[in-house]
Each structure stands twice: as C-alpha cells, then as structure tokens.
C-alpha cells in the first residue's frame, strides 16, 4: 500500500503539520531520528554531532561533490523521549530565515505501522508561507538534488542485490 | 507594507475549501452558497470575495443573479506550489521506510 505524506496548512497558523504513515514498527521510525549513521543516509547530510538529550544539541552539514559547504543546519533538543517525542529547534545556517521550533510525535499504529506528526512552527505567518512556496530554496535545493543522487545509487544497488 | 491577499491563503481555509468544493459541482449564486453553511450570510460572501479576488472563483452575470464559476486553472496552480514541499518530504520519507526496512531485515 502506497503511504503518502500529507500536509496540514491552516489559514491563519503560523505552522505546517507534516503527517505520514510508515509500514514500520515504532521503535524502527523513531531508530531512524536516533541513529547518526541511519539519518546521514536518508537526509543526504553529514552528522556533525547529535545529542540525543534535554540539553543536547545537534548539527547536520552537507556538501557538493568539490566539497564545498551548501547547506548548513544546527538546533538544540529539548526532548528526546524514545519511541515517541522530539522536541527540537531548527536554525539554516546562512540564511535569511529565524529559527524554527518543531514538535515530532511517534506514534505506534499495529505492530508493524507507525505514524510521524511533525509540527513545525515558524516565526511568523509570512516565514511559513515563504518556506512553503519555496521548498527548494537554494541550499535545500541543491542538498535535495544530492539526495536525490544518493536514492537513486541506492535503489539500484537495492535491486541488483535482489536480483 | 500589506501583503497581498494570495491563493495560498484562499484556500488555507476550511470554509473556503468547502465553497470551492460546492462551486466546482455546479455554478452558483451567492444566496445558495450560503445555504449550504451555517455561517452568516455576511460570513460567506467574505469568503466568496477573498476566493474571487483571488481569481478561484470567477463571476458571472445571468441576468439579475451573479453566479459564481470555479476556476480549475488557478487551483492548478496552488497545487503546483505547495506540491514540491510535499513531495521533498515526501521522497525523504520513503528513503528513511525503505532504509528501515532493509535494517529491519538484516537485524
């Protein structure tokens, strides 16, 4: 069953609610945010450092084939509750926008499938709409493209296997 | 400086949303718009001004009654803004299923 990410965006709310369902155990979703070497592979971004923590913080960073810097995040934690909530904060580095708060809620659907609510709350009204029609805001765009890279050698690497 | 009123902000509402669901069945007139929501009359016609300024709606005169038409081109093109935002986290996501997936059988 293809599971498809929906997208939460009120009038008037400076925030956009992420939602999705995964055909996978809880603790295997939430794995998945815990694990440095696992969020480097499906985000396309280095882990510079990650704390999983109250008090900890985190640093992700992303760069071109030549090796040059294209994208640049950090953020601090403010709960990290196994198997069921993060509570984080967003800053890009380098870019013209405030940082951001985001609330990620696992949730345990059967054995096998879970859900992820991620709320992200910005500064104001004008941020959020501005991100929204701007996803590939340059920098996102170009670590995307990687990403997109990446999938593809993977997915293929994946099939050959099972072949 | 005012921020333009945008699509984006059209149909961000669920009033609205339920107006151009109505409105793309079959063009109507303010009066029977209204009917279909328990909101006041004033309410409605509000919504139904941000969605024509907007060019969602488009109005029509027959004879003394304006209708109301929906306009599927710029709904088009709503979808075609917010869709990418959608679409990048949803490709992240089916990266991070099927990464899982695979730890989940090695495991």
Redesign the interface.
């Known amino acids: 069953m293809e599971r498809k990410t929906k997208l939460n965006v009120e009038d008037g709310k400076q925030d956009i609610i992420i939602v999705r369902e995964f055909d996978l155990p809880v603790a295997l979703l939430f794995k998945a945010y815990e694990d440095p070497e696992i969020i480097a592979q499906w985000m396309g971004t280095k882990v510079l450092k990650l704390e999983n923590r109250k008090h900890g913080s985190w640093h992700f960073q992303t760069s071109d084939p030549q090796g040059n810097v294209v994208f640049q995040a950090n953020g601090t934690i403010h709960e990290f509750i196994p198997n069921s909530k993060i509570t984080r904060t967003f800053e890009m580095e380098n870019a013209p926008f405030d940082v951001q708060l985001e609330f990620l809620e696992f949730e345990k659907l059967t054995e096998d499938t879970s859900k992820l609510t991620m709320q992200i709350v910005y500064r104001s009204l004008a941020l959020r709409d501005q991100q929204l029609k701007m996803p590939f805001a340059y920098g996102i765009n170009m670590a995307h493209d990687r990403l997109q890279e990446v999938v593809a050698k993977l997915n293929l690497a994946g099939y050959d296997k099972e072949k | 400086m005012e ?1 333009r009123r ?1 699509v ?2 059209a149909i ?3 009033t ?1 949303r339920a107006i151009i669901a109505l409105v793309a069945s079959q063009a109507l007139t303010p009066t029977s718009i209204a009917e279909n929501f328990d909101s006041s009359r004033q309410t409605i016609s509000k919504h139904i001004q941000i969605l024509t300024e907007c060019e969602l709606l488009k109005q029509e005169q027959q004879g003394r009654e304006i209708y109301y038409h929906f306009n599927p081109k710029k709904m088009k093109e709503i979808a075609d ?2 869709e ?3 679409q ?6 089916n ?10 059988s090695k495991s």
Do not use: G, N, T, V
């Open positions: 921020l945008d984006f902000q961000a509402d669920p609205r803004f917010i990418p935002f959608r990048m986290w949803d490709e992240r996501f990266k991070l299923e099927s990464i899982m997936k695979k730890y989940k």
